[in-house]
Structure formats: structure tokens, C-alpha cells
């Protein structure tokens, strides 16, 4: 019933259904309100045990609509199947500007069909594909359209087991782009090797505003790569690097770093296990220019643009 007010309505922007038990038919009157409401620009349906069935359904709702720009399905269970149709309709959209897919299983292949979507689409800003089963190996296509795409500026490959493998890959392709502002790539097992290739990437990139690599294994080296990259970024915001063990020394580099620019606004390392006299280091040397050291603000990449 509610689905079926939202498509009689002329004015209706946002649509808005989280935690609900949702029937395949109640997808079905959804995406004929997707359709139908000429003004619907984003609709999430975060955690509605939709499947591949109810993925296929929105994907066509897609094609068709002419306002999309939002479309959120974390926590769903749309698979290797669903991700891939709904991959084939970004790419076919004219209007889409946001995918959220966190947790939903569509592994590499469907990613690798995202990332040809988002080569061949004007109009897309951000993806959020944490929780997926991606892994190095699945990166390929989906980094190949980050690095070409003239529209990204945001992707949240959280959780999917990219190791240092995969952050080289996705390194490269931010060091390629000209519009990448925010990357997270927490919980990813990415060692001194990744801190290090990361690190370079964003040194070379014109754009990148916020990174994320909370829980990862940069350790000291690769800690001490990214301290080099904040004192000479001219674009940094945030970077995110809690729960990483780097050590006193990189702490006291990342301090002085700090201290030397200006741009940088948010460091976040609580859980980093080093000595109270380095992390007072930072304290002191973050007072300087007004860094603040706490925790990054929720849903960044929808304030970027407000910055």
C-alpha cells in the first residue's frame, strides 16, 4: 500500500524501508513506484532479505527510471546473480550517482561487471561493496573502471580480503584517477607492502580527501609512508588508520607531519597500542592547526561535497 502511495505521488524523493521481512511482489510494487514516481531519486531497502528474484526486479526499474540517483541494498542477499544484473543497469542508467551493495555475497565476477558499469557510466559517484568476497584476484575490472571513470569520487571496498595484492591494485587505479576522494579499505589484511603502495597512491593523487584503513597491518613502515604523505598532501581531509599496530615512532611522525600541513583535518588512531609519550607527541603536535583525533564522522562520503 505504501509502495503503490508512492507511485500516485508527483513530489516524493525519497523512499525509505530498513529491517523488513520484504515478499518478492512487495519488491515488484517498489520498483513499479521507482518507475512510476517521476520524481523518485533514491530509495533504500537496506536489510530486506531481497534475493536475486527482487535484485532483477529494481535492476529493471532502473533502466526505465529517469530520476534514480540512490539506490541502497546493504545487508541484502541478492548474490553473484543479482549484483550482476543490477551492474548491467548502472551501466545502462543515465541518472544513478550512489550503489550501495555492502554484504550481499556478489562476489568477484559481479564486481568485475560493477566496475565495467561504472567505466561506461557519466553520472556515478559512489559505491559501497564492503563485505563481499571480492579479493585480490576480483579486483581487475572493477579498479580498471575506478582509474577511468570521470565521475567517482567515492568506494568502500571494506571487508573483502584484498591483502596487499589488492591495495596495490587499487592504489594504482587512485593514482590514475583525477576525481577519487574517499577510499575505505578497513579490515582488508593489508600489510607494510599495501601501507606503502597506498601511501604513494595518494602522494600522486590530486583529489583524494579522505582515506580509511582502520584494522588493517601497516605496521611501522608503512605508517611512517603514509606520515611522508599527509606532510605533503594539498588535498588529505582524513585519514583513518586505527587499530593498526605502528609503534611510538611512526606515532611521532605522523605528529610532525601534522604540524607541517595545514589541509589535513581528522587523524583517527586509537587502537595503534603505542607508548603514552608518542601518542601525547600527536596530541600536542594536533593542537597545532585544530586536527581533531576522533572518531571519523558517519556516512563521509555523503558530506564531501558539503566540505
Do not use: Y
Not at 17 to 26: S, Y
Not at 44 to 70: F, P
Not at 286 to 302: D, I, Q, R, S
Amino acid at each position: 500500500l505504501i509502495a503503490d502511495g508512492v507511485r500516485q505521488g508527483t513530489s516524493i524523493q525519497s523512499f525509505i524501508l530498513r529491517n523488513a521481512a520484504l515478499p518478492v511482489e512487495g519488491v515488484r510494487r517498489i520498483a513499479d513506484a521507482m518507475i512510476g514516481c517521476c520524481s523518485m531519486e533514491h530509495v533504500d531497502l537496506s536489510k530486506c532479505g531481497i534475493r536475486e528474484d527482487g535484485a532483477d526486479l529494481l535492476s529493471q526499474a532502473l533502466r526505465v527510471s529517469r530520476s534514480m540517483k540512490i539506490l541502497i541494498l546493504d545487508g541484502n542477499k541478492v548474490g553473484p546473480l543479482g549484483g550482476e544484473k543490477l551492474a548491467d543497469a548502472i551501466g545502462e542508467s543515465g541518472t544513478m550517482r550512489r550503489l550501495g551493495l555492502a554484504f550481499n555475497d556478489i562476489g568477484p565476477d559481479a564486481a568485475g561487471k560493477l566496475g565495467d558499469a561504472i567505466q561506461r557510466s557519466a553520472t556515478m559517484q559512489e559505491v559501497d561493496v564492503q563485505g563481499n568476497g571480492i579479493g585480490a584476484d576480483g579486483l581487475d575490472r572493477f579498479v580498471e573502471g575506478i582509474a577511468s571513470s570521470t565521475s567517482m569520487t567515492a568506494v568502500n571496498l571494506g571487508d573483502n580480503s584484498l591483502g596487499d595484492q589488492g591495495a596495490s591494485k587499487i592504489g594504482a587505479a587512485v593514482a590514475r584517477s583525477s576525481t577519487m576522494q574517499d577510499l575505505d579499505l578497513q579490515l582488508n589484511q593489508i600489510g607494510v607492502e599495501g601501507g606503502r603502495d597506498l601511501a604513494a597512491a595518494i602522494a600522486a593523487s590530486p583529489s583524494m580527501k579522505r582515506l580509511a584503513l582502520i584494522d588493517n597491518e601497516i605496521k611501522r613502515v608503512g605508517a611512517e609512508k603514509l606520515a611522508e604523505t599527509v606532510a605533503a598532501s594539498q588535498s588529505l581531509l582524513t585519514l583513518d588508520i586505527g587499530s593498526n599496530s605502528i609503534g611510538g615512532a611512526a606515532m611521532r611522525k605522523l605528529g610532525d607531519a601534522v604540524v607541517g600541513n595545514t589541509t589535513i583535518r581528522n587523524l583517527w588512531t586509537e587502537g595503534c597500542l603505542t607508548k603514552e609519550s608518542a601518542t601525547a607527541h600527536l596530541k600536542q603536535c594536533a593542537a597545532v592547526n585544530g586536527v581533531k583525533l576522533e572518531p571519523p564522522p558517519p556516512e563521509f562520503m555523503l558530506r564531501l561535497e558539503e566540505e
